[in-house]
């Protein structure tokens, strides 16, 4: 019987430990960003508006959302990795627990500093996740599987997807404001910093040879796209 080297057991332990820890810190800061007011993320508008529409808990919708997409890596021939699946499973329920326990302050400076706080939480709760290498969200593996399917630049997949849900959102009720423009400008440099810092080394065995057990073949450093 082999036994784990203890360098290996504490990466693994590691590794889930920041992929629960930033899903559900992932929750919360979407949360803190919904009750701002001031604007959203393309998909959590998409998920605001459907919200509205049908009268679903956004949680819920979240992950009829995940879902939704993660079935169109099959024609894509991606591989969902653990930390994918819990992606799409967790973060909504989160949502529909912290959403009550936050209130909309009046002063828009107060909302302001609501916003920035939970898009600083989710940038690290990101970090967080990506860097725990179980697996990218499943709208990253919908923009990296496009890219390696059919050639297509990531960014115009990205811009395409994203106007388009953004779009429809609106139009469904969902908000838009300034706070939309900062997520767009600000997520992706903020994750630039807090991934490299957060993400989980592979474990070497003593030969100098092996990965920590659990690594996938899905992950990835994409910058997330709301989830």
């Given at each position: 019987?082999?036994?784990?080297?203890?360098?290996?057991?504490?990466?693994?332990?590691?590794?889930?430990?920041?992929?629960?820890?930033?899903?559900?810190?992932?929750?919360?800061?979407?949360?803190?960003?919904?009750?701002?007011?001031?604007?959203?993320?393309?998909w959590?508008?998409f998920?605001?508006?459907?919200?509205?529409?049908?009268?679903?808990?956004?949680?819920?919708?979240?992950?009829?959302?995940?879902?939704?997409?993660?079935?169109?890596?099959?024609?894509?021939?991606?591989?969902?990795?653990?930390?994918?699946?819990?992606?799409?499973l967790?973060?909504?329920?989160?949502?529909?627990?912290t959403?009550?326990?936050?209130?909309?302050?009046?002063?828009?400076?107060?909302?302001?500093?609501?916003?920035?706080?939970?898009?600083?939480?989710?940038?690290?709760?990101?970090?967080?996740?990506?860097g725990?290498?179980?697996?990218?969200?499943?709208?990253?593996?919908?923009m990296?599987?496009?890219?390696?399917?059919?050639?297509?630049?990531?960014?115009?997949?990205?811009?395409?997807?994203?106007?388009?849900?953004?779009?429809?959102?609106?139009?469904?009720?969902?908000?838009?404001?300034?706070?939309?423009?900062?997520?767009?400008?600000?997520?992706?440099?903020?994750?630039?910093?807090?991934?490299?810092?957060?993400?989980?080394?592979?474990?070497?065995?003593?030969?100098?040879?092996?990965?920590?057990?659990?690594a996938?073949?899905?992950?990835?450093?994409?910058?997330?796209?709301?989830?």
């Amino acid at each position: 019987m082999t036994l784990a080297h203890p360098g290996s057991t504490r990466i693994a332990v590691r590794r889930w430990a920041q992929l629960l820890l930033g899903l559900a810190l992932f929750g919360v800061a979407v949360s803190m960003m919904i009750r701002a007011e001031i604007g959203l993320d393309p998909w959590t508008v998409f998920a605001q508006g459907l919200e509205k529409q049908t009268g679903i808990s956004i949680g819920v919708v979240v992950v009829l959302i995940g879902a939704g997409v993660l079935l169109l890596w099959i024609p894509l021939r991606q591989r969902p990795g653990i930390g994918t699946v819990l992606n799409v499973l967790l973060i909504g329920p989160v949502m529909d627990l912290t959403l009550p326990l936050i209130t909309t302050p009046e002063p828009l400076w107060a909302r302001i500093l609501l916003f920035a706080g939970g898009l600083l939480l989710l940038s690290i709760a990101t970090g967080l996740y990506i860097g725990a290498r179980f697996g990218p969200g499943p709208r990253d593996g919908l923009m990296t599987g496009a890219h390696a399917r059919f050639g297509w630049a990531v960014w115009k997949v990205r811009t395409g997807v994203e106007v388009t849900v953004l779009a429809i959102g609106w139009l469904l009720g969902g908000t838009v404001g300034f706070g939309t423009v900062a997520f767009a400008l600000l997520i992706g440099p903020m994750v630039g910093v807090a991934l490299p810092r957060l993400r989980v080394p592979e474990a070497v065995d003593p030969a100098g040879a092996g990965t920590a057990p659990g690594a996938t073949d899905a992950d990835t450093d994409e910058a997330p796209t709301g989830g």
